[in-house]
């Protein structure tokens, strides 16, 4: 009973959010470092005539650029992990830290020695790194000249990036996942693919030519592993959408179905390495004609992963009646669940919903499952003696692992491991913001990229420990 012996038990980062050091060591600009901080972040990065603007003059406070400094403060950090237990940690490798502009002739050395650095230290303590290729962070020279993953020309370009980086890290990596929230293309397609496209929720073409072309890109990144890194797992990675109805009106309910197949299409590909029948229709209803290799059919086919891993932090309502009141979301919002109650920025708590979860992709897949991400962002505030009391926190984890312990314990899902978001603070994806904080670790940063980047252990960090230590029991 319980959680299985080796389960990995851990928490997650990724490179633009936390490493800083943005053109340090031969690195080049990334997607996200031309994302600016604040609550208007979002609605610029999905605003095509500002971000070229923004591209051609880079002006105002860029968060990324020093972000938690996490490039010089690495060991540090890891040693914090390891006081925790971690069995697993996962980060990102910057594809800009190894090709600056991504299509240059070397791979920078100073960048692929810097996650040698970081991977022995992992190992130091006996941590798996575990590894996603692509986490919203595009050389941004390949937006200039291809405009990101609309174009193929970045499938041949990602290959090479990744067989060098499974080339030199095959013996210290052992877990890796291909895109991050490989569905935020449809909804963020600059920062999930690095693409300017006018009008997205219109422009159906471009994003699922993106999408398109990172799946091929994904399930050649597969083959690449089972070549260079054989005993290796490889995963994808979804922002996993469970879509209620608001009502039981079959309104309602077919709303939300088709609400989750833009999600599941991305994993249905994957994991069974073909387009579902209901996508080809999509395709056919909104026009969009594919421009698709002649070997991409074969390479889907071959490039299906080992387990598939997600992000959840809430559930999404769905109603068909424009009346009901909206609430925010993670890539997308939905109406407000009365049931549910939200985090300060209106993401709506659900731990059951983790179960409902879980369930429903095991039986859909029936492939191991890994959380990657799950977490409640709120803001901390020390106390005068500076201590950080997060029960707020505790709280929404605690219930968070009750719900992954029934879905493995009475449920029989499989599930390797869960890593919790930003298990040190770092900069928001969707608003650049320091204070919209994940971490057992607290970092002295603040929304103006003003502090002194000290790390001080939260309260959730001693009960994280213990989580770990009694491998699940300790609630
Ligand atoms: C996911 C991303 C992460 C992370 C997280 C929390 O969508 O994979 O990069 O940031 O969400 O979102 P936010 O930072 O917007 O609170």
């Not at 006018?198 to 422009?203: G, V």
């Not at 992963?305 to 309502?317: A, E, I, N, Q």
Request: net charge negative.
């Amino acid at each position: 009973m319980g959680f299985p012996q080796g389960f990995l038990w851990g928490g997650a980062i990724a490179a633009n959010q936390t490493e800083g050091a943005c053109l340090e060591d031969g690195k080049g600009l990334s997607c996200a470092d031309v994302a600016h901080g604040g609550k208007g972040r979002f609605a610029e990065l999905t605003n095509a005539a500002r971000m070229r603007e923004i591209i051609a003059n880079p002006q105002g406070f860029f968060p990324s650029h020093e972000a938690i400094d996490f490039y010089h403060h690495y060991k540090e950090d890891i040693a914090l992990f390891a006081q925790m237990g971690f069995k697993v940690f996962r980060t990102s490798i910057a594809w800009a830290r190894i090709f600056p502009n991504g299509d240059d002739a070397e791979a920078n050395e100073a960048g692929l020695r810097f996650y040698d650095n970081v991977f022995d230290e992992c190992r130091k303590y006996g941590i798996e790194p575990l590894v996603t290729l692509s986490h919203y962070e595009s050389p941004l020279t390949l937006t200039k000249k291809y405009n990101g993953w609309e174009s193929r020309e970045l499938i041949p370009l990602f290959e090479r990036y990744v067989r060098v980086v499974l080339q030199r890290y095959k013996d210290k990596v052992r877990y890796w996942l291909t895109f991050n929230e490989i569905n935020a293309t449809l909804f963020a397609p600059f920062l999930g693919a690095g693409a300017i496209i006018d009008d997205p929720k219109r422009n159906k073409q471009a994003v699922y030519q993106c999408a398109h072309n990172q799946l091929v890109a994904s399930a050649l990144t597969v083959k690449a592993c089972r070549e260079i890194a054989p005993d290796a797992k490889i995963g994808n990675m979804i922002a996993a959408m469970l879509v209620y109805p608001y009502t039981c009106r079959p309104e309602d309910v077919w709303l939300a179905a088709e609400m989750e197949r833009k999600t599941y299409f991305f994993s249905d590909v994957q994991l069974r390495g073909y387009y579902p029948a209901y996508m080809k229709c999509f395709f056919k209803k909104h026009g969009i004609n594919l421009k698709i290799g002649t070997d991409d059919e074969r390479i889907l086919r071959e490039g299906t992963v080992d387990f598939l891993s997600f992000s959840y932090y809430m559930s999404t309502t769905v109603s068909s009646s424009p009346e009901q009141a909206q609430t925010a979301g993670n890539l997308f919002g939905g109406v407000k669940n009365p049931y549910l109650k939200s985090s300060e920025w209106g993401w709506q708590i659900d731990p059951l919903g983790l179960r409902i979860l879980l369930n429903f992709l095991y039986d859909r897949y029936q492939k191991p499952l890994f959380i990657v991400e799950n977490g409640l962002g709120a803001k901390d505030t020390p106390t005068p003696d500076g201590s950080i009391n997060d029960d707020y926190r505790i709280d929404y984890l605690r219930e968070h692992i009750k719900a992954m312990k029934s879905a493995v314990e009475e449920d029989g899902v499989e599930l390797w491991g869960y890593t919790t978001w930003g298990c040190i603070d770092l900069i928001s994806a969707s608003t650049g913001e320091m204070s919209k904080r994940y971490g057992f670790i607290y970092v002295d940063k603040d929304d103006e990229g003003n502090g002194s980047l000290t790390r001080t252990v939260k309260k959730s960090f001693g009960w994280y420990r213990d989580i770990i230590a009694s491998n699940g029991e300790k609630l």
